[in-house]
């Protein structure tokens, strides 16, 4: 079986699991103000270290990833040792004595809360997750109905966690079977789409991804058995751009219509993989589709599966479609996506399996040594 026939660049590669994030400081006497940011940090996913002064011992100082030092803290504060990462936070809007005590502490920015409260929790989500790269995120589209591409998308997944790389599967059509279910973790513990439908603003990485159930060695965002949940633009957003955020490997199922939120999730994307099955009705179905992806993503490709039509190949399929060829996918009787016959791509060994491996190989970026 021959590999991905890849063309067009490759993309950069993310990381395996990485230590876990620091805790900011928070430097502060003020109950009131102090509360204020015990709500922040617990937005971003922090769990920060409080001190009603600079702590006595000095890598309690200059550790942390970011400290946030109250503006009544700052006379108290100009003694620490000068440090990246601080920042001054007060209440008083119209207060013209905070910037001179902001260049006395060495803090590098003033909020004033709460008009500040979203810049700060994404200066916290950004410290505490750490300076990681984003995440490769391939979307699987299929040209026409029962085209495979949830199968695609799972055996994606699955060789990308057996290589080594952190790795989400998002299930973003809410009407297909459930990506879950096709990898046989319906059962598995964790929160699913209903919970983030009001998801609005910034979510924690870390948070999102602990709180996922964990399938065959990837986190899985899938829904659940109930009726139909509307997934707002905002909440797709919102989600994506946390799971980007975390290094690694992100794909997403989606769906052959593009509304609002298809849309929101195709502008996260780095790369589309248009899968066309070798019918010449396919190959028709698949140009109104990558004609409507294509005003939303520029990066799309094709993947071609067998078996063909007379006068029908893949270079033939990938010229109509003005399309980038990736690959062709071996003919495989049991591609669909049925999950009748187990988790798709689960046998390292099998056809399918091989070709997502070769797919990451060339796509990928590998990391240099430091």
């Not at 009131?32 to 006595?56: I, Q």
């Not at 966690?161 to 990506?179: F, H, Y």
């Not at 065959?216 to 829904?223: N, P, T």
């Not at 799309?300 to 006068?311: E, F, I, Q």
Request: glycine share 12%; aromatic share 2%.
């Amino acid at each position: 079986m021959e590999g991905p026939k890849a063309s067009g660049t490759p993309v950069r590669g993310g990381t395996a699991e990485g230590a876990r994030p620091a805790r900011p400081l928070i430097v502060t006497e003020d109950l009131v103000l102090l509360d204020d940011l015990l709500r922040l940090c617990a937005a971003a996913g922090a769990e920060p270290e409080v001190h009603h002064t600079v702590p006595e011992r000095r890598a309690a100082w200059s550790d942390p990833p970011l400290v946030l030092v109250g503006d009544d803290a700052a006379a108290r504060c100009r003694v620490a040792v000068r440090r990246p990462g601080v920042l001054l936070v007060g209440r008083e809007p119209d207060d013209p004595g905070v910037w001179r005590r902001a260049v006395e502490t060495g803090a590098e920015e003033v909020l004033v809360l709460p008009a500040a409260e979203s810049r700060l929790v994404d200066l916290i989500a950004d410290a505490v997750e750490g300076r990681r790269g984003q995440a490769l995120t391939v979307g699987v589209i299929g040209g026409r109905g029962g085209a495979g591409a949830s199968t695609l998308a799972c055996a994606l997944a699955l060789a990308a966690a057996r290589a080594g790389r952190r790795t989400l599967l998002v299930d973003g059509d809410p009407l297909g079977g459930g990506l879950d279910v096709l990898l046989g973790g319906e059962r598995a513990e964790g929160r699913r789409w209903p919970d983030f439908a009001t998801s609005k603003g910034r979510v924690a990485g870390a948070a999102l991804e602990e709180s996922l159930p964990s399938v065959r060695g990837l986190r899985v965002l899938s829904w659940d058995r109930g009726d139909p949940v509307l997934v707002p633009p905002e909440a797709m957003r919102s989600v994506l751009a946390a799971a980007r955020r975390r290094d690694g490997v992100v794909v997403v199922d989606l769906p052959r219509r593009l509304d609002d939120t298809v849309a929101e999730a195709l502008a996260q994307l780095d790369l589309g993989l248009l899968l066309v099955p070798g019918e010449l009705r396919a190959v028709a179905a698949a140009h109104r589709v990558a004609g409507a992806v294509g005003t939303v993503l520029r990066d799309l490709r094709t993947v071609v599966r067998g078996p063909y039509a007379p006068g029908l190949d893949e270079r033939w399929i990938a010229d109509a479609l003005r399309l980038p060829l990736v690959g062709e996918l071996p003919y495989d009787p049991g591609m669909s996506d049925s999950g009748d016959g187990g988790p798709p791509g689960a046998d390292a060994r099998g056809a399918l399996a091989r070709f997502c491996t070769a797919f990451w190989e060339r796509v990928l970026v590998p990391e240099r040594a430091a």
